[in-house]
C-alpha cells in the first residue's frame, strides 16, 4: 500500500479532471479505454465499478477522473462506508459482510445490489472457459436487454452499462446507442492490449491451448485471456444483431459437452456429425462419460431443440451411444456411461414431439391460493427421466419427473415436508415418490417411479393434453400445514418475549416440529411459557413488494429474493406475519406446547407439538 500512499500524495495537489479520453485500441465498434491502473490485486471489481462512474460523468459532460489516484480511492472508501450502512440497516450478518471482508476482501457480486441502487444499472455477465455461466433467469434478463439494445431507435442515446465477470477478474463495457451511432466502451484496470485478436495473437494462443491440453494444466491467467477476447467478441456481435444471442446459450451449452468428445476423437465439428456411429471409438466415450457424468443432466435440460447446430449435434451423440448400448446392454442406472446416454436420449427422444419446440407454460401453483384443495384436474407440461439418490439410503434409480400446468402439491420448502400423493391416468394409479422444488422459477416437479410403460403414457399424455387427477393426502396435509401455521403463531408470540429477536428458520415434521430464533430473550428460558392458547384466528394471505417487507422486518429474508411480489401470511388480525409459500389453515390451533428449548450461543431452538 505504502507506494500506492506514496503516488497518492505526490498527486494530492495535482488532481485534475480528464477532458480527453485516452484510447488503447480502436477496433470494429470497441474502444479500449485506458484507465486508472489497478495496483491492489483483488481491487478490480472497485476499479470496474468506477470506471463505470467516470465514463457516465464524461457523457454527461460532468468532472471525469479515469485516470486519478485520489478520487479512486476517496471512491473506494465510500463505497465501503456505503456497504457497511447498508449491512446494519439490512441487519446482515453473513460473509461478505464484516468489517474486514468489506475493506480487505473483493468488491464481492452480491455488493452490486446496494451499488445499482446507489449508482446506476449494471448487467452482469459471468463468463468461465468460453461460457456464459449466469443463472437461467439472469440469461433471460440479458437476452431481454440485448433485445432492447438491437430494437432502439431513437434519437436520445441509450446507454447500457455492462459488469463483466471473467475468471477472477472483473471488467467493463458500456454501450452506447443512438439512431445513426453505436460505440462500445470496454475498460480494463489492468490497461494490457490483449484485446486485439490479429491472425498471429489467434495463432499463438490455438498453440497454447493446445499445449495446455496435453498437458491437461490449467493457466488460469492465459484462459482470462482467452475468455475475455472472446467475450467482447460475443458482446459487439450481440449487441449489434449478428448474432442470436438465445441461439448462442443453447448452443455453448451443448458444445460444453459435444466439443470435449470431438476434441477426444481428434475430429472437427463437420467430422464427428458425419461420422458412422458404429466406427466410434468406445473407451473414449467411457472415459468422456466418466467426466461429464454429474453436471450434464442441469446443463442440458436448459437446451432448446429449435436450434439446429445443438438438435445435429445432440442427435449424433445420441446415435452414437445407443449403437454402443446395442453393443453393451443395460449397465446399472449409476454407471457413467449409461447416466450420460439417459440424459441424451431422453432429450432427443423428445425432439420428435411437437410440443418440444415451444416454450414451457408456466405453472400455476394452486396450493398457494387454497390449501384444502386435495384433488385437481389437470394436464403435465414436462417430462423428463431423471436420475436419482435415495437421501437417506443413497441408493440410485430412475424417476419420471412430471410438471402440471395446474398444480396442488406442496414441494418440501421452508421448513414444511413434501405432500403425500398420487396421480391417476385412466384405471392406473402412480404414487409419488420424490418433489422437487424449483425455487427460483416458483415451479415444481412429481416424480414416480421410472418404467418404460409409464414413461411412454405419459409421453402421450403430454403430446395430447390428456386430464390427469392430482390426489393429495388430506390428513397428512392437513397434519403438516397445522405443524407449520403453528410455528408462524409460536414465533409471533415468543418474538414479543425478546429484544429484537428475529425469526431464522422452521421444522415442521411429524416425528419432530420447531422453529430458530436468534437474538435475546427479556426472560430467563425457564419463565418462558410452555402452553400458548390461540383464539380468533384467520388466515390471510396477501402480496407485497421488496420495499413493503424491509419496512415491517427491517430486512429482506434471502429466500423471497426471486419473486417480485412477496407472499405474506398472517394467522391473527394483530399478528405482523412473515413472508412464506407453506400451506395453511386455522384448523386445531387452540393449543400449542413447547416440548422443550434448546440454547445455541445466541440461538433457541424451541420444539413444539399440538
Ligand atoms: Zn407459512
Not at 40 to 59: D, K, M, P, R, S
Not at 194 to 206: A, F, L, P, R, V
Not at 250 to 273: A, I, W
Not at 539 to 564: A, R
Amino acid at each position: 500500500m505504502s507506494e500506492i500512499l506514496m503516488e497518492i500524495l505526490e498527486k494530492v495537489d495535482q488532481e485534475e479532471c480528464t477532458n480527453e479520453l485516452q484510447i488503447i485500441r480502436e477496433f470494429n465498434n470497441v474502444i479500449h479505454l485506458k484507465v486508472y491502473q489497478q495496483h491492489v490485486y483483488n481491487f478490480c471489481g472497485y476499479h470496474a465499478t468506477y470506471n463505470i462512474l467516470q465514463l457516465l460523468n464524461h457523457f454527461h459532460q460532468k468532472k471525469c477522473y479515469l485516470y486519478h489516484s485520489v478520487s479512486f480511492w476517496k471512491y473506494v472508501k465510500f463505497v465501503q462506508n456505503y456497504l457497511k450502512l447498508y449491512r446494519t440497516k439490512h441487519n446482515i450478518n453473513h460473509e461478505p459482510w464484516s468489517n474486514h471482508d468489506i475493506e480487505h476482501g473483493d468488491f464481492e457480486r452480491c455488493y452490486l445490489k446496494p451499488w445499482k441502487e446507489l449508482y446506476h444499472d449494471v448487467i452482469v455477465i459471468q463468463y468461465q472457459f468460453g461460457r456464459i455461466v449466469n443463472g437461467l433467469k439472469e440469461k433471460e434478463q440479458i437476452i431481454h436487454s440485448i433485445q432492447q439494445f438491437i430494437n432502439y431507435d431513437q434519437v436520445a442515446p441509450l446507454i447500457q452499462v455492462y459488469m463483466l465477470g471473467i475468471t477472477f477478474h472483473w471488467v467493463s463495457f458500456v454501450a452506447v446507442k443512438t439512431k445513426s451511432k453505436t460505440k462500445f466502451y470496454f475498460m480494463d484496470s489492468k490497461n494490457i492490449d490483449y484485446c486485439e485478436w490479429k491472425e498471429q495473437i489467434k495463432y499463438k494462443n490455438t498453440q497454447m491451448t493446445s499445449i495446455i491440453k496435453e498437458l491437461r494444466l490449467l493457466d488460469m491467467y492465459l484462459q482470462g485471456i482467452l475468455d475475455l477476447q472472446e467475450l467482447i467478441k460475443l458482446m459487439d456481435q450481440a449487441l449489434r444483431g449478428e448474432l442470436n444471442f438465445a441461439e448462442y446459450l443453447c448452443d455453448s451449452s451443448t458444445l460444453m459437452y459435444v466439443r470435449p468428445l470431438y476434441e477426444l476423437f481428434g475430429m472437427s465439428e463437420q467430422q464427428f456429425l458425419d461420422a458412422n456411429p458404429a466406427e466410434i471409438n468406445q473407451d473414449i466415450i467411457i472415459v468422456w462419460a466418466q467426466e461429464y457424468k454429474n453436471t450434464i443432466f442441469s446443463v442440458l435440460k436448459e437446451v432448446s431443440i429449435l436450434f439446429d447446430r445443438s438438435r445435429k449435434l445432440l442427435t449424433q451423440v445420441n446415435k452414437i451411444t445407443s449403437h454402443i448400448h446395442s453393443i453393451i446392454g443395460q449397465q446399472e442406472v449409476h454407471d457413467p456411461f449409461q447416466q450420460c446416454h439417459d440424459v441424451i436420449q431422453g432429450l432427443v427422444e423428445s425432439f420428435k414431439y411437437e410440443w418440444s419446440y415451444h416454450p414451457k407454460e408456466k405453472q400455476i401453483n394452486l396450493y398457494f391460493e387454497d390449501a384444502s384443495k386435495c384433488e385437481h384436474i389437470s394436464y403435465i407440461t414436462y417430462v423428463m427421466k431423471a436420475y436419482f439418490r435415495e437421501f437417506v439410503t443413497k441408493q440410485h434409480h430412475y424417476h419420471i419427473r412430471i410438471q402440471f400446468y395446474e398444480n396442488i402439491f406442496h414441494p418440501q420448502g421452508g421448513g414444511q415436508p413434501d405432500d403425500v400423493g398420487s396421480i391417476i391416468i385412466g384405471d392406473k394409479e402412480f404414487i409419488i415418490k420424490n418433489m422437487y422444488n424449483d425455487r427460483q422459477h416458483q415451479e415444481s416437479y412429481v416424480d414416480i417411479e421410472f418404467s418404460q410403460e409409464a414413461y411412454d403414457l405419459l409421453l402421450d399424455c403430454r403430446t395430447k393434453k390428456t386430464p390427469i387427477l392430482q390426489k393429495v393426502n388430506p390428513e397428512v396435509r392437513l397434519i403438516h400445514s397445522q405443524l407449520h401455521s403453528a410455528g408462524h403463531l409460536l414465533k409471533e408470540e415468543l418474538i414479543k418475549l425478546g429484544k429484537g429477536l428475529k425469526y431464522i428458520k422452521g421444522m415442521h415434521f411429524q416425528k419432530e416440529s420447531y422453529i430458530l430464533l436468534e437474538g435475546e430473550f427479556e426472560i430467563p428460558i425457564e419463565q418462558i411459557p410452555r402452553e400458548f392458547q390461540f383464539q380468533d384466528l384467520q388466515l390471510s394471505i396477501c402480496y407485497y413488494t421488496h420495499n413493503k417487507v424491509f419496512e415491517i422486518l427491517g430486512y429482506v429474508p434471502e429466500f423471497v429474493e426471486f419473486s417480485e411480489m412477496v407472499r405474506w401470511i398472517k394467522l391473527r388480525d394483530q399478528d405482523i406475519g412473515f413472508p412464506c409459500y407453506g400451506t395453511h389453515t386455522v384448523k386445531g390451533l387452540d393449543k400449542i406446547q413447547i416440548t422443550n428449548i434448546l440454547k445455541n450461543n445466541n440461538q433457541f431452538t424451541i420444539f413444539y407439538n399440538l
